[in-house]
């Protein structure tokens, strides 16, 4: 039987061989078990290294649109500024208009308050020349009632002095 079998010393030392390298082949895959198994691990944390990168792209994203807004606010805050540069620039126009206007106003002013001034002088003028010129009107009556007279007694002196001579 053993020789139908064909065992001899050499196919035994083969099979001895062959079962050495056997044991190598199943040692190394534990290896290979360990490989799989750093594998898997490395994977997963590929993996949560993939999900991270994820993330942390969509809070760029997401931090790129809070910038993109504030830009825009900027952006809003610089044209208020403007609008407030050129509003300011009306007011001070407006407000060198109205000190003019009003120094204008103030002229005019003083130039009634003297014309009123002037008037009311004129006024006392006038009521004082009416009490003069009633005055004369008096005296004038008056001289002329007193020549009135006198020339009725210069005529009646002529008379008396015709009728004597």
Do not use: W
């Not at 079998?5 to 390298?21: H, M, W, Y």
């Not at 691990?41 to 994203?61: C, F, G, P, R």
């Not at 106003?105 to 130039?111: E, I, P, Q, S, V």
């Amino acid at each position: 039987m053993l020789k139908e079998a064909d065992i001899t010393p050499a196919n035994l030392g083969r099979l001895s061989e062959n079962f050495r390298k056997l044991g190598t082949t199943v040692d190394q895959m534990s290896d290979i078990s360990d490989v799989v198994a750093a594998t898997g691990d490395y994977t997963q944390k590929t993996k949560e290294a993939s999900n991270a990168l994820v993330q942390m792209k969509d809070a760029y994203v997401g931090a790129a649109g809070s910038i993109h807004h504030l830009n825009t606010a900027a952006e809003g805050t610089k044209q208020f500024h403007e609008q407030v540069q050129v509003l300011t620039k009306n007011l001070s126009s407006l407000n060198t208009i109205y000190e003019l206007e009003l120094q204008d106003t103030n002229n005019h002013l003083k130039a009634m308050n003297q014309f009123y001034s002037n008037l009311v002088q004129a006024s006392e003028a006038m009521e004082g020349s009416v009490g003069d010129a009633k005055k004369a009107h008096d005296q004038i009556a008056l001289l002329a009632n007193n020549l009135g007279r006198l020339n009725q007694v210069y005529g009646n002196m002529l008379s008396a002095m015709q009728g004597r001579a």
